[in-house]
């Protein structure tokens, strides 16, 4: 009894909660309902840290729901489609159905070990054609809303994967799983139409009042509402073109205007298709990717036209029109006017074109101002501008250049949204097959309902480059009412996936229909979503513009925003070790005697690099295996570890020290415990201790606030100073059924964090009846409180004295006080403020 063991109580726990279904949510109306999701994973293979603390915060607040009478969902699934388990199977020589769900039943018994509250009867995963048909039933209500289309443009192409990539998936120019240099490539691909929901997206934003503002910033920069003018430019030529328009944010610099650029897929670019210069010209554009980032770091490249453009707030001012591999069609018109001073992109571009530069935005309206190497980019005021300068930058001078332009039928303004509509079309095998198929006439159909789902061929071994699909020739042809049809090789990007998951776990064994009216009206939205920040942006922009195009022209279906409240939670780091010959090396491989120098054990002798601290990553190594942790720790330690260190919004730093610290407190508990036990079993007592009421009650009260709050690391520290009251106060009298009542209460309050060791504990005192204990009022206050005396502003002592005291005892009590007697001691009083149970001030 003097040592807790772990392995046998969590077994039986685990086992206990797996055979009664604890935590299995049904739909009841009759209660207050709980929806509490996390992020699902990808089954890689195995859980790592990140998913310990991410799984772990959710199930400290879902069994803490669930204990204050909540009905509570708590589900689990697998985001397991993706281009991972295609590589693998590539390089393990199978299939990636294999893969997937052999990795599946790994990670799935791990975090069972965890004891996690989760309802594994609503497991899904996302591979399996029972979810996938019902996201192709989705896709085909969204084309019939006309919001699919398919549509020729460029993409990001990632020549070794062989597959497009989303603009997220593109780190530094090259591709994020294959790390090669990203192409532009045209393709003909499958869109949905999201820029159509961009201003419902940017607005409900505003209703998001549970969300991390940095969340919402993200998003609102993503989607980016800009205000502008659409520009007509007139142009000299000898072939018919009268005009050229463009959209720009800066009509106010119209003035600083020195060249035109053009994207290659311009409809002027028709004049140039014999071209032999433009079409090489073109073939270089190709190697430059489609983000933000890939455009913006790439060489400035231009091909140079016979066009001349004139500008429209100075007609003799006449400059060169350009094609530019930094403009794309889909962005404003496909076309931008150059203002070299003021944008650094455009900067570069006239150095290298020898074009003119001409400031017209000044930070001091009285002081001579140059361009050199930076384009100056900030406020200021007009010059150079003629009837325009003197205006304030930007305030002034954008509006009143817009109503110019107006006015003499020069331009228009417009509204324009950076966000661009979703590529969903991939590459690859491992993905939901699109429901489409072309007839002879490449014309595309909608497969009938009733030959869904559109399942993948079973392929043994992946061994042709690009999408396997298109090689499968018996699964690609089919005939249908006596008409030969090709089906799209094409698969939905993973996103698709993960961007109605939570719809589905309403309903996860629903045959017929993604999910039920009736249980998506009891449990959307999600009342708490889990997860890490990374995701912030288009993994939550996808899914809230699902369910926007779910209830768009949908009488039945009306819920605009998944996720009520949104919890980001930092990583999990370690440091990162490197041998001599700069190779990575796990902690595994290391060891230290003094936890200053490092050495390699299969080389004592050779000394370690120990690296910064970084997130865990299996590419550098610095990853702890949470098995071995659990089996040598247990779940509880690691669950107490895992959310003790940091709050749980910010990154925790992996420490052996601190894992045994949790692992050695929990000891303590188990000590503590055996101790009452004891107490208990031969206690003879009558007395009623006052004292563990209150300071029950008190934690209580604290454990309450800080898990509405996320404070979880508090509460290990409000778990802490339970143990230190409670050894010493178990000393002391007290009758058998009061310290029983007061330490079940306390028993209650640990178990979201240390469930095994909470039910075990329980159970020896025979309470198998828990609810979250209520907090008493009157027990909240103290007897006593610290009083500030202040004299002339200026604290000068602290004085207790008791609860809600009125002014003139608690002026009695300063004078007779021997610590405070003197501050009064022949001074005349003017006046006093005092505020009650916090301070007083006199004035002397």
Excluded at 186 to 212: A, C, R, Y
């Amino acid at each position: 009894m003097d040592r807790y063991n772990f392995k046998t109580v969590e077994k039986k726990w685990q086992s206990f909660w797996d055979k009664n279904k604890t935590f299995a949510a049904q739909l009841d109306k009759s209660k207050k309902k709980f929806y509490c999701l996390e992020m699902f994973p990808y089954p890689s293979g195995k859980i790592h840290m990140g998913h310990v603390r991410n799984y772990t915060i959710g199930d400290v607040l879902a069994r803490f729901k669930a204990l204050q009478g909540f009905n509570v969902l708590h589900p689990m699934g697998w985001d397991s489609f993706g281009m991972p388990a295609e590589n693998a199977a590539r390089q393990n020589n199978l299939d990636p159905k294999t893969w997937t769900e052999s990795n599946i039943e790994t990670m799935k018994s791990q975090l069972k070990k965890l004891g996690l509250s989760i309802d594994w009867s609503r497991e899904i995963s996302t591979c399996s054609s029972n979810y996938y048909q019902h996201q192709q039933e989705f896709f085909l209500e969204l084309y019939d809303k006309g919001l699919v289309y398919r549509k020729e443009n460029y993409v990001n192409w990632d020549p070794i994967d062989e597959t497009v990539l989303a603009n997220e998936q593109v780190i530094d120019g090259k591709g994020w799983r294959s790390g090669a240099t990203v192409e532009r490539k045209k393709l003909n691909q499958w869109f949905f139409n999201i820029s159509k929901f961009s201003e419902d997206l940017l607005k409900g934003l505003d209703t998001l009042t549970n969300w991390p503002n940095k969340v919402k910033v993200m998003q609102k920069n993503w989607i980016g509402k800009s205000f502008g003018c659409e520009v007509e430019f007139k142009i000299e030529s000898e072939k018919p073109v009268d005009s050229i328009k463009c959209y720009t944010t800066r009509p106010d610099t119209l003035f600083g205007f020195s060249f035109l650029a053009l994207s290659v897929d311009h409809p002027l670019s028709k004049f140039y298709e014999q071209d032999e210069k433009f079409q090489s010209f073109k073939k270089e554009c190709s190697k430059t990717g489609t983000t933000e980032e890939s455009i913006a770091s790439a060489d400035k490249l231009g091909f140079k036209t016979d066009l001349v453009a004139i500008n429209p707030l100075d007609e003799t001012i006449k400059v060169p029109v350009f094609f530019a591999n930094f403009v794309l069609m889909d962005y404003g018109l496909g076309a931008v006017f150059g203002c070299p001073a003021h944008d650094q992109r455009d900067l570069d571009f006239a150095k290298k074109y020898n074009l003119k530069i001409t400031p017209v935005v000044k930070p001091d309206k009285d002081k001579d101002f140059e361009i050199n190497n930076e384009a100056y980019t900030g406020d200021g005021y007009l010059y150079n501008s003629k009837f325009l300068d003197g205006l304030k930058v930007p305030n002034e001078s954008i509006i009143k250049t817009i109503e110019f332009l107006e006015k003499n039928n020069l331009g228009q303004k417009k509204t324009n949204y950076r966000l661009k509509d979703w590529g969903i079309s991939r590459q690859r095998y491992w993905g939901c097959p699109i429901p489409i198929a072309y007839d002879e006439n490449d014309q595309p159909i909608k497969i009938p309902t009733d030959m869904l789902p559109v399942k993948l061929p079973k392929i043994e071994k992946l061994e042709t480059t690009g999408n396997p699909l298109d090689n499968a020739e018996k699964w690609k042809h089919f005939t249908l009412d006596g008409k030969k049809y090709r089906r799209e090789t094409d698969t939905l990007d993973t996103f698709v996936d993960s961007s109605w998951y939570f719809l589905r776990f309403c309903s996860s064994k629903n045959a017929n229909h993604g999910f039920t009216q009736e249980e998506v009206d009891y449990w959307m939205p999600v009342d708490q979503y889990i997860g890490g920040v990374e995701h912030a942006i288009l993994h939550l922009l996808y899914s809230r513009f699902f369910m926007q195009a779910l209830s768009y022209q949908n009488e039945k279906f009306n819920l605009k925003e998944p996720f009520d409240g949104l919890f980001t939670q930092g990583m999990v780091c370690h440091e990162t070790y490197k041998d001599q010959k700069n190779n990575w090396l796990s902690p595994e491989e290391v060891f230290s005697k003094d936890t200053k120098n490092f050495y390699k054990k299969t080389n004592p002798l050779e000394k370690i690099i120990v690296g910064p601290i970084e997130s865990m990553s299996k590419s550098k190594k610095n990853t702890v295996d949470p098995q071995n942790i659990i089996e040598n720790y247990g779940a509880d330690s690691v669950r107490l570890f895992i959310l003790s260190d940091s709050p749980p919004e910010r990154d925790v730093q992996w420490s052996d020290q601190g894992m045994m610290a949790s692992y050695k407190f929990l000891q303590k508990l188990w000590v503590l415990h055996s101790r009452i036990l004891k107490k208990i079993d031969t206690n003879k007592s009558d007395t009623h201790n006052e004292r563990l009421t209150k300071f029950t009650n008190q934690l209580i009260y604290k454990i309450t606030h800080n898990l509405e709050k996320f404070h979880y690391n508090v509460i290990v520290a409000n778990l802490h100073e339970m143990y230190n009251f409670l050894i010493k106060e178990i000393e002391n009298p007290v009758k058998t059924s009061f310290l029983v009542e007061n330490y079940k209460k306390i028993l209650i309050s640990m178990m979201p964090f240390i469930p095994h060791f909470a039910n075990e504990c329980l159970e020896d005192i025979n309470q198998d009846k828990v609810k979250w204990p209520i907090v008493m009022a009157e027990e909240l206050e103290e007897e006593n409180i610290n009083f500030v005396i202040q004299i002339n502003g200026k604290k000068k002592a602290l004085l207790k004295v008791k609860n809600n005291i009125d002014e003139k005892t608690l002026l009695k009590q300063i004078e007779e006080n021997k610590d405070t007697e003197k501050l009064l001691k022949d001074q005349k009083v003017k006046k006093t403020i005092f505020v009650s149970n916090r301070l007083i001030n006199i004035i002397i």
